[in-house]
């Protein structure tokens, strides 16, 4: 990963994963996993509204510490420390939709130094 | 025995309670509501995430605080515990976050369900949840399966809370129903659409929290609340044979197991007892059944209220003969 990798695309990946691998016993890991990759799939293909993103936030703070296993913190965390660093790319995807899914778009913004 | 105190409220219950079973010890508006956990079902609990509550000291020998909230219907107490449910916002923003989680697949088709009115879900919702949803994208839904032609099982209701599973798990001598599948995508069923063919088997809709097991020879006929649950028992061979009678004019329109006041079963009864007498002339009447006054069943108010002595005492005699002479409300006919 470098600062050409779309952080929407990769914190779906993520999401996708944990959609994925949830075992489905307990409700807030069972529900959410799939709303977050819901979301992220939305935003990542153009059709978000900037109200997704702090959607993301509130759902993952409703699924971390609340579940059986650290598998939903495990699905929460990348996503809310993804809008915590990188809310403009977020909000690029939202405003510029048409750019941000062309294939290969590289987010302009000044790279994130940690 | 272990001392706790739940929400500022002190109580002595024997080692190894739960804290779900320790609040009801206490009773009232303070219980942690519990769509998954069912006292007769072993190893039931854990799975709703609804009970959740914050324990502000784990125990007289060491008095931090959990870190996590934990569920109340799993945990067992320890001596000194604090438990804060009720008075803990915390808490009270996470239920409302339990109850958007468990009604974002639920098809919320209560006007056409015939759980509605009893259904915990909606009770759970009704109490702790918001009234708007923020979910936009496709409910879950299923096929219907089906498994005999007694029980109707309608997956796209299902909370996934296992009761059923535990209960067919119990009950029954072989294993013939489970969850298919993992995540959002698991499933209640029979493999491969087994008919569940068992004399205890209609236990399962009587555990399901939501419609989404329900009575095929009730499915349809009326709302529950238009109906009058009396207490019966009848000699029956396989079971107790103590049952609730659901009654419509003069039919019996569905027959249950009795239910305490937390929706949970006291005694199985079997599939001949639920299913096949359907006639008063089967059963020896016992009364009318006792129903949560803040249930929408209990809205046909065929029962007398009990009026606290204690208030009889207080209000002045003429009141009170006038009173005896005219009673609240009259039994319903």
Redesign the interface.
């Known amino acids: 990963m470098d600062e050409t990798t779309c952080i929407v695309r990769n914190t779906w990946n993520f999401s996708r994963f944990y959609?994925?691998?949830?075992?489905?016993?307990?409700?807030?890991c069972?529900?959410?996993?799939?709303?977050l990759e819901?979301v992220l799939h939305r935003l990542e293909h153009g059709h978000g509204s900037l109200h997704d993103i702090d959607?993301l936030v509130?759902v993952a703070?409703?699924i971390e510490?609340?579940?059986?296993c650290p598998l939903g913190e495990a699905a929460a965390w990348p996503v809310a420390a993804a809008v915590r660093h990188f809310r403009d790319e977020f909000e690029w995807h939202v405003k510029h939709p048409q750019e941000a899914t062309r294939p290969g778009a590289v987010y302009p913004g000044k790279a994130v130094l940690a | 025995m272990a001392k706790i105190t739940f929400d500022g409220i002190e109580v002595e219950v024997p080692d190894g309670t739960t804290i779900l079973n320790a609040a009801r010890t206490i009773g009232g508006g303070i219980v942690p509501p519990a769509m998954c956990y069912y006292t007769p079902l072993k190893g039931s609990g854990g799975k709703c995430r609804a009970c959740l509550v914050r324990v502000a000291a784990g125990s007289t020998k060491d008095p931090r605080p959990m870190p996590k909230l934990v569920a109340s219907c799993i945990t067992p107490v320890q001596d000194g515990m604090v438990v804060e449910n009720t008075t803990s916002e915390q808490v009270l923003n996470v239920r409302k976050g339990i109850v958007e989680m468990l009604l974002i697949n639920h098809p919320l088709d209560c006007p056409v369900c015939d759980q509605a009115g009893e259904c915990d879900l909606q009770n759970f919702a009704f109490e702790h949840g918001v009234s708007t949803t923020r979910y936009e994208e496709e409910r879950r839904t299923f096929e219907k399966i089906d498994i005999g032609p007694l029980i109707q099982l309608h997956m796209t209701r299902c909370i996934l809370c296992y009761r059923c599973v535990y209960t067919a798990d119990q009950l029954t001598p072989e294993r013939v129903h489970g969850v298919l599948g993992r995540g959002d995508a698991s499933e209640i069923g029979t493999y491969i659409e087994n008919i569940i063919d068992n004399d205890f088997s209609g236990n399962v809709i009587d555990v399901c929290p939501v419609g989404a097991l329900t009575d095929k020879t009730w499915r349809f006929k009326q709302r529950v609340w238009f109906t009058k649950p009396v207490n019966a028992h009848r000699d029956c061979p396989k079971c107790t044979g103590n049952v609730v009678l659901w009654y419509k004019g003069k039919d019996v329109l569905r027959i249950t197991a009795r239910k305490n006041e937390y929706g949970e079963v006291k005694e199985w009864i079997c599939n001949e007892c639920r299913f096949e007498k359907k006639e008063t002339s089967d059963w020896t009447i016992e009364g009318p059944a006792h129903i949560d006054r803040t249930s929408v069943i209990s809205a046909n108010h065929y029962e007398l209220p009990v009026i606290n002595p204690q208030i009889i005492a207080d209000l002045p005699e003429s009141s009170v003969r006038d009173l005896e002479q005219n009673p609240p409300l009259k039994l319903g006919n």
């Open positions: 959609h994925h691998e949830s075992c489905g016993q307990c409700s807030p069972r529900e959410g996993t799939g709303w819901k959607l509130s703070k409703q510490g609340n579940t059986i």
